[in-house]
């Protein structure tokens, strides 16, 4: 089911060029040395940033002064975009009220996309192991009452959307079934790259905020997880790019990140820039711990077409500052990805499969026109 809205910018890294050769050297007397040089194989790329950012966005009475946090949010985005410095996309989780819209305004992103909408079903064939799971067993903590919200997903972005597609998570544990928690996938056209680019955001079932044993909120967990892994092998083709963030809800919880991860169809970018051939500027040492489970919020990539990417750079973003209260229980992580590519795949890439459909507005609760 598509869904998308309004209005964004590109901003993309210039591309270098590496030039690999060898020598080969021929002696005559009296001694010269001739050097022959093949012609250089050109390796285009391009930088691009991803932000994903879990922004705190529940609804009075859960929690208070949101609205205006949201609003100082957009206001750091905008400034970061002063500065040239401001995330290529960004996604947001825990977007459930409509000053959300604010945040958008604000930012001065051109492109705005949203979902599952509140009402929306699961689509796609539902995990086999599932039929055992009872999906109302506490009703004390909210199973059972229905959804009250969207999933609060949203996708800011300067490049040109594509598509847009989505599907709420079908199990769900405690007091997150209230939202309509799911995943969703943007397919964007960078100019500054060769091929579309999908990117997906997403929001698993939390542990101890869902109220309801560890072991219920643990299945619905990897249930998600299935259902997420499902849903990215039916709309991501593998020779297309793919970036991935979220909030994972895996701190400190093994037994979730661990659930079928040989099964994967992405890397983590903690895992892969903790790895010593794989640095990335501003990861931090791993000492002795697994990095990819200090936080809620995770990054991850994939790609098997001619368009290769890779992570470059980490950064902990809207974190705690001396004298200055957090915009949210979360920090934002600030991901720089590197694409890197051959020329004949750009003059090989159809024009037809750049083209930009224009998206489908499909909420009714937030509407904006495209801004310049």
């Given at each position: 089911m598509d869904l998308a809205t309004i209005a964004i910018t590109p901003v993309l890294a210039a591309t270098a060029a590496t030039m690999p050769h060898s020598d080969n050297a021929s002696i005559t007397p009296p001694p010269a040395v001739i050097v022959e040089r093949p012609a250089p194989t050109?390796?285009?790329?391009?930088?691009?940033?991803?932000?994903?950012?879990n922004v705190r966005g529940l609804p009075w009475p859960i929690a208070k002064g949101r609205a205006k946090a949201l609003r100082k949010i957009g206001a750091e985005l905008a400034a970061m975009r002063k500065e040239g410095r401001q995330p290529d996309v960004v996604l947001i989780q825990e977007g459930f009220r409509s000053e959300v819209s604010n945040l958008v305004k604000a930012s001065?992103?051109?492109?705005?996309?949203?979902?599952p909408t509140r009402g929306e079903r699961a689509s796609g064939t539902a995990p086999e192991d599932g039929r055992n799971y009872r999906r109302v067993?506490?009703?004390?903590?909210?199973?059972?009452?229905?959804?009250?919200?969207?999933?609060?997903?949203?996708?800011l972005t300067d490049e040109p959307i594509v598509e847009v597609r989505n599907t709420p998570y079908r199990y769900c544990a405690g007091f997150d079934c209230l939202a309509n928690k799911g995943a969703m996938l943007v397919r964007l056209a960078p100019p500054d790259l060769p091929q579309d680019l999908d990117i997906i955001n997403t929001?698993?079932?939390?542990?101890?905020?869902?109220?309801?044993?560890?072991?219920?909120?643990?299945?619905?967990?990897?249930?998600?997880?299935?259902?997420?892994?499902?849903?990215?092998?039916?709309?991501?083709?593998?020779?297309?790019?793919?970036?991935?963030?979220?909030?994972?809800?895996?701190?400190?919880?093994p037994e979730r990140y661990d659930y079928q991860a040989g099964e994967r169809p992405y890397v983590v970018v903690s895992e892969f820039c903790?790895?010593?051939?794989?640095?990335?500027?501003?990861?931090?040492?791993?000492?002795?711990?697994?990095?990819?489970?200090?936080?809620?919020?995770?990054?991850?990539?994939?790609?098997?077409?001619?368009?290769?990417?890779?992570?470059?750079?980490?950064?902990?973003?809207?974190?705690p500052q001396p004298g200055r209260r957090?915009?949210?229980?979360?920090?934002?992580?600030?991901?720089?990805?590197?694409?890197?590519w051959k020329p004949a795949v750009a003059s090989e890439t159809p024009a037809s499969s750049r083209s930009v459909k224009t998206p489908q507005v499909a909420s009714a609760d937030i509407e904006m026109s495209g801004q310049p």
């Open positions: 050109d390796v285009h790329s391009a930088e691009l940033t991803v932000l994903t950012y001065g992103y051109r492109y705005w996309a949203q979902g067993r506490y009703i004390r903590f909210g199973e059972g009452w229905g959804k009250f919200t969207s999933a609060g997903l949203h996708v929001h698993l079932n939390s542990r101890g905020a869902s109220r309801v044993p560890v072991k219920r909120s643990l299945r619905a967990h990897n249930l998600q997880t299935e259902e997420l892994n499902a849903f990215i092998n039916n709309h991501w083709q593998a020779q297309t790019p793919l970036l991935i963030g979220g909030d994972f809800n895996v701190r400190n919880a903790n790895h010593p051939s794989n640095p990335c500027d501003g990861q931090p040492p791993a000492d002795g711990e697994q990095p990819w489970l200090r936080s809620q919020d995770l990054q991850a990539f994939a790609s098997d077409g001619a368009v290769s990417v890779r992570p470059v750079r980490v950064e902990r973003v809207f974190g957090r915009l949210s229980d979360h920090d934002g992580y600030l991901v720089s990805y590197r694409f890197s």
